[in-house]
């Protein structure tokens, strides 16, 4: 079955540029969405086809991909991103997956 | 604005079953495939099932396969999720989210399934 690598944890200062990964084979062919969710709060979307924001979210948040490997970049890092992101992506075995998700700390 | 209210958590015996159901509105439900996905306490997010908007073909996790069934009411805009034969390992909260292109553009606030004897 397809996997999704994220780190555990991303530390960026206040202000500053978080970047967190999403590693898996091939997913330079695969649109990937990533997710954040904040505690208590359900998932709510922020990238969707690699690189596109819905309606309402910020434009600090952007999507972007280089060989294995997807990017959400938050610029100007501020202490309502503190969250868990998730990257996901539609598998051609018919599934949906999640990576393991990453808690971005804001210092 | 679109809603997706999950009902039907609890308690359940190792075992036993349990039907959960998410309330959509605010847009064509009837139009759009669904999902449910869950996630146990401190976890992260597991993919559970999906059905298409006709309900027709259905797909599962290989961890769910066999033992829930997921289908759609689209007369009465819901969607529902029938668990049987339920592990520990499944308690989680689970949540209904709406298919938009291969992402889960809205989600549902969650209903929590605790499996313990």
């Known amino acids: 079955s397809y996997e999704l690598t994220q780190p555990l944890s991303v530390s960026v200062a206040l202000g500053q540029t978080a970047r967190i990964t999403c590693g898996g084979n091939?997913?330079?062919?695969?649109?990937v969405h990533w997710y954040q969710q904040k505690p208590g709060q359900a998932p709510v979307l922020v990238i969707y086809?690699?690189?596109n924001r819905p309606s309402g979210i910020p434009e600090r948040f952007s999507g972007s991909k280089s060989g294995n490997t997807a990017t959400l970049t938050i610029s100007r890092a501020q202490a309502g991103d503190e969250a868990d992101y998730y990257c996901?992506?539609?598998?051609?075995?018919?599934?949906?997956?999640f990576g393991g998700g990453t808690k971005l700390t804001v210092l | 604005q679109v809603q997706l209210v999950e009902s039907g958590g609890g308690v359940v015996q190792p075992g036993g079953s349990l039907r959960l159901s998410c309330a959509a509105s605010?847009?064509?439900?009837?139009?759009?495939?669904m999902h449910w996905v869950r996630q146990a306490p401190g976890k992260g997010l597991e993919w559970v099932t999906f059905?298409?908007?006709?309900?027709?073909?259905?797909y599962y996790a290989d961890s769910v396969r066999g033992r829930f069934t997921i289908s759609r009411d689209n007369s009465k805009n819901t969607l529902f999720l029938q668990m049987n034969s339920l592990r520990a390992e499944d308690t989680a909260l689970y949540y209904c989210?709406?298919?938009?292109?291969?992402?889960?553009?809205?989600w549902g606030q969650g209903t929590l399934v605790t499996v313990s004897s």
């Open positions: 996901q992506v539609w598998d051609s075995s018919i599934s949906w997956v």
């Open positions: 091939n997913i330079g062919s695969k649109n």
């Open positions: 989210a709406k298919e938009w292109g291969g992402a889960l553009d809205y």
């Open positions: 605010g847009f064509s439900f009837s139009s759009h495939g």
């Open positions: 086809r690699d690189n």
């Open positions: 059905i298409p908007y006709d309900g027709i073909n259905k």
